[in-house]
């Protein structure tokens, strides 16, 4: 990409490098991964901004999540991994950053991601939200039902990366996530 794009109500701004792709990642799902590898093929760089919010209620631990957000996508040159805490409009302007990535699953998606999209574009207007679906075959996956799942003792390998199912595995106390 070159050159500068107009940005409606302002001055001209700089292209779209980098993306930041926020989310809770607890834990991170091969539909988060099929995602990011979408936008690494897109933008120059891809930073995953994991949230520090709700940190009590999460399985793993912020740094837990990065560490294992890194391992998943170490093949990806483009890609790197964070923790923020704080709006996200103020954490994509301190990476100089213009857009956000949110990942589409669904029509159930839609009204949550519609509404923070456009709280988020009242509270900055520079900041864009793009939308991208992940892999039809990965449409009914989340984190939340991963995570029961694998505490129940089901089988999860085909949801997660290995270091994810190793993580949870380790975190649940099983000899294996299955
Ligand atoms: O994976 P999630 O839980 O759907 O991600 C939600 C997240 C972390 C992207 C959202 O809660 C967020 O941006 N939190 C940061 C605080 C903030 O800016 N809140 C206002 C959003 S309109």
Known sequence: MSGFFFSPGS???????TVIY???FDPLTNGHLDVIQR?????DSVIVAVARK????ALFG???RKTMIEHSTA???NVSVDIFE??????VEQQSAHAVIRGL??????????QMALMNRSLNDKVETLFMMPRASYSFLSSQLVKEIATLGGDVSAFVTPEVNEALAGKLGQAGAN
Do not use: H, I, T
Request: charged share 25%.
């Open 11 to 17: 001055a001209m701004v700089p292209p779209v490098r």
């Open 22 to 24: 926020p989310g809770s």
């Open 39 to 43: 936008a690494a093929r897109l933008f």
């Open 54 to 57: 709700g940190e009590k209620q």
């Open 62 to 64: 912020p740094a837990e």
């Open 75 to 77: 093949n990806l040159s």
């Open 86 to 91: 704080g709006l996200l409009v103020e954490y």
């Open 105 to 114: 699953r669904a029509l159930s998606d839609f009204e949550y991601e519609f």
